[in-house]
């Protein structure tokens, strides 16, 4: 019997909402190093674009409150009112996971509650706290991963799979697209003075640090991250990762349905031009334009999928 | 006395809607009243259709139109002879006893301002009631979006036929009678040949026999009314009953003429 | 009211208990009430694991609860279960005949048995379904019979459920931690098995296809959605039928046949068992203002294209106005006399009734004819002055909303308290399968338990819990087995 449409769009928005919030806790633990930690503090430059990365800048403007490590690193965790926060991701997962239990292993329900629960249990406002905080949902990120690659190989799992893979490629695209834009001095060319730090904190959000520094021997340059997070299939979160996972998914989706679509034909064709991607070349052609391109062309496989599977 | 019908109903959807299941209620049956010449429903979209008959004895279709859908057209087209007779209502299709139609719903409920419409459960008594309703309230054709319960729209200024049909049925209950809603089409008794939605009555079990009342002309209903559903009350007499999946908002346009022919 | 009936140890207390259930009295004072209760613990915390949970009404979301679960059994000895699954067996033939008349040739009202405007004056009989003759002609095929007991042979029918009765995830939930946790007990009674249920329900369901559904047909549980609180036993049933789950949106009807859509494109759906009310099943008949439900839901059904479980209209056969005379029901279709007796009933809508009802309002029960779950309920004995006020002015001013019963005094069950074992009040849900061939009881049930002191209000929503029940295969505890043979030898040192 093939899988319910409605239980393939939970489960596929379950792999969406846990690596957001995966994403997030990153993105905010990233920050906070890079705001606090770091030998020249970046200030509130840098969660003003980690509003940007995670698509919050209306949202928060519209709280009125001055942005601030304080005030931000609550805003992306948990703050309830706004689709891009850890607790709101993480209620909307553990919503899905709820509704489709028998088609989950018990291992992967509970990363799920446990998250939900750690980050609805009451706290303080403390800098150090929040750091615990995503270090937590890291660690139930990781544990929910690990218990849906544990499940059996069916459906379930690579429903889940596809939806983590389209979430991850819109993250890694918007970050790099951001803080690109961010560390590009004014009339300064890629490829120019840069801040070290700042590029350490694109690497630690895609926790990439080390795939770095085993790939590339020379320190860090701008264009080398930049080639890591476009076309490095190695490192999981890099584009040419997160396409050829689509890929995957989809391939052994339509070996159980009996069919392929309109998914399958644009997740393949754009695996075909992602194996010819050159990261220098997108550089010097606009980097800028390739990544919302790219942002675009990801949200309309999104849509493509959706009716495919008839997610309703 | 030959009616000619011709009904549309014109949904317009603001987006495509995947899909669109409609019960509709508009088949007339022949009774010792009316004959139904010919009757024709057109749908303007691929769709597909099932007869069958509804719990009440109605003549139902349902009608399943798959997506994308923009816009529809239901097109009712019609003839009905109309018998000149006094008497009851004879020959419908009547699964269940008059005892059914006392029963009071939550959309006919009476209150002081209904019972007080009146005395008495014989013929006499319900043609005062249809006259007593009409010179109480005053009518207004133009269709309201929902249907409201008896005692909302009593303590309304104007009302619309499906109200007073809902308000006759309300007393005569109250008083005992059995009554039921009546949907259907009629002569406006006016000028006033168009209007924007199919009529409603009602019939109330008296005598030995259902005659029926309608309150919009204040007396019994005569030759112009061409009968075609009936229930407890008016949801359960709604000529079109649906449900569509899809965003967005729906536009509807009805437009209804009925002639003498 | 008199001393209860308590159904290990009798009338006789601890120590003298019923002789056939001597051995389970050992047992309870075998083992100690520190060990029950950590056992019992061990129990809850596995409910909560699973998500045994129930939503309480009036309380927000997060308020899930688990039913209390009580350790020690409540027992029905092998030939109390026999005439007892007879008696349940004629009334739900009864119910089903019942429905089939009433909604076809009314030979019932014909026969002049039931007042017709007790039928025709009720919401539960729904004209919207009059005509259809669901497939086979089944109409409750999963019937809860509710049960109280006074004495050794006095079982009464308290209640009805012929819509969708709940309860037998807990029946099945009960038993394995049972199983789990006092091991001993399956090896001293022969407790007859309650986990064929699931295959006995899809055997039921399936038996019940349209004849168009050929030789596999497609059987779905159909919930409201994971915010019911009853989700659980929804998603516990398809899981362990192996059945899909779906809700309203899954479901979609063309040219009157259902589907459900998957990944893979429509399948087509035979038989429904359906956890959703009448009012919400199909929005093009029902409640046209609710956005639930599957529209041309019932056009398929009319049409014989589907089998919907249990079937729409049942209502008219477990009303509180019809109760009152199923004892005549049962007469007029079994051609027989009852073999379970109904509670004596007051209808308040008869002036004689009322008036008895109103002078003895501190002595009787009070219920609302339309309501459940123990809400709109006045017990009498144990009501303060206030409460008897409040009841005596509503039933004054709508005396046919009410019945009265006279407070039984229902038999008592052991149950672990802060203060030990100490009897406490049960009442009894046992589960009955109609199919389009058999009629079958399952061996167990739902025992529900007051656990206030003295409490007769056993709903999980007022403070109740369940208790496992168990159906002894014969009158002989059995002998515990040997293991002759089955260790390593011990002699030769």
């Known amino acids: 019997m093939a899988m319910l449409s409605r239980t393939a769009a939970s489960l596929y928005w379950l792999g969406r909402y846990v690596e957001r919030a995966d994403f997030l806790a990153r993105l905010v633990e990233a920050t906070v190093r890079l705001d606090a930690l770091s030998s020249r503090p970046a200030g509130d430059a840098a969660w003003a674009s980690a509003l940007a990365v995670s698509y919050t800048e209306d949202s928060f403007a519209a709280t009125g409150e001055a942005v601030g490590q304080g005030s931000v690193a609550r805003f992306l965790t948990c703050d309830r009112s706004h689709a891009g926060s850890i607790l709101w991701c993480l209620d909307a997962a553990r919503n899905n996971a709820k509704a489709v239990r028998t088609a989950l292993t018990r291992d992967a329900w509970t990363a799920i509650n446990r998250a939900w629960i750690v980050f609805n249990a009451p706290r303080g406002e403390e800098g150090e706290d929040i750091l615990n905080l995503v270090e937590a949902i890291k660690a139930e990120a990781r544990g929910f991963e690990g218990a849906v690659q544990r499940m059996m190989k069916n459906e379930a799992t690579w429903f889940v799979q596809l939806g983590a893979a389209i979430e991850r490629a819109d993250n890694t695209a918007r970050l790099i697209d951001v803080k690109y834009h961010l560390l590009l001095p004014e009339g300064e060319a890629v490829g120019g003075a840069i801040d070290r730090d700042q590029w350490t904190t694109i690497l630690q959000t895609v926790s990439a640090v080390t795939a770095y520094r085993w790939l590339y021997s020379e320190g860090l340059k701008p264009a080398n991250v930049i080639e890591l997070l476009l076309s490095r299939g190695e490192v999981p979160r890099s584009l040419a990762a997160c396409v050829d996972e689509t890929v995957e998914m989809l391939n052994m989706l339509g070996k159980r349905t009996g069919f392929q679509g309109e998914a399958d034909r644009m997740a393949r064709a754009r695996l075909a031009r992602m194996q010819k991607t050159r990261a220098h070349e997108v550089i010097v052609s606009g980097l800028h334009e390739y990544l919302n391109a790219f942002i675009r062309e990801n949200a309309m496989l999104d849509a493509a999928i959706a009716r495919q599977f008839r997610f309703i | 006395m030959r009616l000619s019908v011709h009904h549309e109903t014109r949904y317009r959807f603001t987006e495509p809607q995947a899909r669109i299941v409609q019960l509709l209620r508009l088949f007339p049956a022949d009774t010792s009243h009316q004959t139904v010449v010919n009757w024709r429903i057109d749908v303007d979209c691929d769709a597909r259709l099932r007869d069958s008959i509804d719990g009440y004895g109605n003549i139902t279709r349902m009608l399943y139109a798959e997506g994308p859908v923009e816009t529809l057209l239901l097109t009712v087209s019609g003839e009905a002879l109309l018998t000149e007779d006094d008497g009851p209502i004879k020959g419908t299709d009547e699964p269940f006893p008059p005892e059914l139609f006392r029963r009071v719903t939550s959309l006919t409920r009476a209150d002081a301002v209904i019972e007080g419409l009146g005395q008495g459960d014989d013929l006499p008594a319900m043609t005062a009631l249809a006259a007593a309703i009409h010179a109480r309230w005053s009518l207004d054709r133009r269709p309201t979006p929902t249907i409201r319960t008896a005692i909302e729209a009593a303590g309304d200024e104007r009302l619309g036929p499906r109200d007073m049909a809902q308000i006759f049925i309300a007393a005569a209950r109250a008083r005992g009678v059995p009554a039921r809603y009546v949907s259907g089409y009629s002569l406006s008794g006016d000028d006033e040949r168009r209007t924007a939605a199919p009529h409603a009555w009602a019939e109330a079990y008296v005598a030995g026999g259902w005659y029926a009342f309608d309150p919009a002309i204040g007396g019994r209903s005569g030759l112009d009314h061409v009968r075609v559903a009936v229930a407890l009350d008016a949801a359960g007499a709604a000529p079109i009953a649906g449900v569509r999946m899809g965003a967005g908002e729906e536009e509807l346009d009805v437009d209804v003429r009925v002639e003498g022919a | ?493």
Request: proline share 7%; with cysteine; net charge negative.
């Open chain 3, 1 to 493: 009211m008199g001393q209860a009936f308590d159904e290990i140890w009798g009338h006789g207390g601890p120590d003298h208990p019923r002789t056939d259930l001597a051995a389970l009295a050992r047992w309870m004072r075998g083992v100690p009430p520190h060990e029950l209760k950590r056992r019992l613990q061990s129990a809850e915390a596995t409910f909560r694991q699973l998500g045994i949970t129930f939503a309480v009404y009036g309380d927000s979301e997060a308020a899930e609860r688990i039913i209390p679960f009580d350790i020690v059994p409540r027992v029905f000895m092998a030939d109390e279960w026999a005439r007892l699954s007879q008696g349940l067996i004629q009334r739900t033939q009864a119910i089903n005949a019942f429905l089939d008349d009433i909604y076809g040739e009314r030979r019932i009202l014909k026969a002049g048995v039931l007042p017709p405007d007790l039928i025709f004056g009720n919401a539960q009989f729904r004209p919207e379904i009059a005509g259809i003759r669901p497939p086979h002609g089944v109409w409750a095929h999963i019937c809860g019979i509710d049960l109280v007991r006074t004495g050794p042979d006095e079982f009464y029918v308290l209640e009805d459920n012929a819509r969708t009765p709940s309860g037998v995830s807990y029946m099945l939930e009960n038993r394995e931690a049972m199983i789990r946790l006092c091991p001993e007990l399956f090896r001293n009674f022969r407790v007859a098995a309650v986990d064929s249920y699931p295959d006995r329900l899809l055997e039921t369901m399936r038996s019940v296809a349209p004849p168009g559904a050929g030789a596999h047909p497609t059987c779905v549980v159909l919930t409201p959605g994971h915010f019911n609180s009853a989700y659980y036993e929804h998603s516990f049933l398809a899981d362990s039928m192996g059945v899909e789950l779906v809700e309203p949106a899954d479901l979609l009807v063309d040219d009157d046949v259902v589907w459900m859509q998957t990944i893979a494109g429509r399948v087509r759906v035979d038989v429904i068992y359906r956890r959703i009310d009448d009012d919400f099943i199909d929005p093009v008949v029902f409640r046209p203002e609710s956005l639930l439900g599957v529209p041309g839901l019932i056009s398929a059904y009319r049409a014989g294209n589907v089998a919907l479980v249990n079937a729409p209209g049942n209502g008219i056969a477990d009303d509180k106005a019809i109760y009152s005379y199923m004892p005549e029901i049962v007469r007029f279709y079994a051609e027989a006399e009852p073999l379970l007796p109904n509670v004596e009933t007051w209808r308040c809508r008869e002036p004689q009734a009322l008036k008895y009802v109103l002078d003895h309002l501190d002595e009787v029960v009070v219920k609302l004819v339309d309501g459940s779950g123990g809400y709109g309920m006045l017990v009498g004995p144990t009501a303060s002055k206030q409460e008897i006020e409040d009841f005596r002015r509503a039933l004054i001013a709508e005396p046919q909303r009410y019945i009265a019963q006279p407070t039984l005094a229902l038999s008592t069950v052991p149950t672990l308290t802060e203060q030990g074992l100490a009897p406490r009040h049960v009442d009894f849900r046992p589960f009955v399968l109609t199919g389009a061939q058999t009629v079958q009881v399952v061996p167990g049930g739902l025992t529900r338990v007051a656990l206030k002191e003295g409490s007769l209000v056993v709903n999980s929503s007022q403070g109740g819990g369940t208790k496992d029940s168990f159906v002894l295969m014969d009158d002989a505890p059995v002998q515990s087995q040997t293991m002759g043979g089955m260790t390593q030898s011990q002699g030769g040192r």
